[in-house]
Structure formats: C-alpha cells, structure tokens
Nanobody
Framework: QVQLVESGGGLVQAGGSLRLSCAAS????????MGWFRQAAAPGKEREFV?????????YYADPVKGRFTISRDNAKNTVDLQINSLKPEDTAVYYC????????????????WGQGTQVTVSS
C-alpha cells in the first residue's frame, strides 16, 4: 500500500508561483515513476497529464506547461515536487500526485496510487 499526500496549493495571482509537494509513504517508490496531473472544475474537463519524472531523473512535460513547470524528486525522502511559475488562470485546477511502476503506466493513468489532490486557483 502506498499513500500519497499533496501540499502547497492555494490562491495566487496570474504571473505568480507555487510549489506543490507530494510525500509518499508505505512501500518505497525509488524505482518508480512519479508525476502530477490536474483536473479543472469546468464540466467535461477530464484529468490531464502535467509532468512526470522517472527514477533516474528523466522528466516529461505536457506541452501547455513546458518552460513554466519543473518537476523534481528526492528518492531518499520519497517526495516529488512541482515548481509552477508564470501561473495563468487556465492553470486553475485540482492537482493530483501519482506514482506508478513505469512512465507508461503513469501517463496512462492506470496506476492505483493517487493522492487526494490540492487546489490551485489563479486569479486574473
């Protein structure tokens, strides 16, 4: 069993920054992929991939966040962070941390390991 707990969300003005953190407990995930997804509250909006990082540090980003978001991880602490800069109103969403045994599994959202989410709200 793995528990993921996110923190760091909040209300910020457009152009501002936030740092989201996710702490994993339970089984060790040092050999696994970890990442972030988000889901906006608008009707019909599905949860979408944001960023992922492999055990070796390889990173992958969704096109809308490239250059603004940076994902990092600390394998010793079982944590993954998401630094979000130059926030836009369209970044408003609940951000979820996820963990999986591979980047493919993570990006397909088929993993069983998800956090409860943290709200990010960007005002214009």
């Amino acid at each position: 069993q793995v528990q993921l707990v996110e923190s760091g969300g909040g209300l910020v003005q457009a152009g501002g920054s936030l740092r989201l953190s996710c702490a994993a407990s339970g089984r060790t995930f040092s050999a696994a992929a970890m990442g972030w997804f988000r889901q906006a509250a608008a009707p019909g909006k599905e949860r979408e991939f944001v960023a992922a990082i492999g055990w070796s540090g390889f990173t992958y980003y969704a096109d809308p966040v490239k250059g603004r978001f940076t994902i990092s991880r600390d394998n010793a602490k079982n944590t993954v962070d998401l630094q979000i800069n130059s926030l836009k109103p369209e970044d408003t969403a609940v951000y979820y941390c996820a963990a999986a045994y591979s980047l493919d599994e993570l990006r397909s959202q088929s993993s069983d390991y998800w956090g409860q989410g943290t709200q990010v709200t960007v005002s214009s």
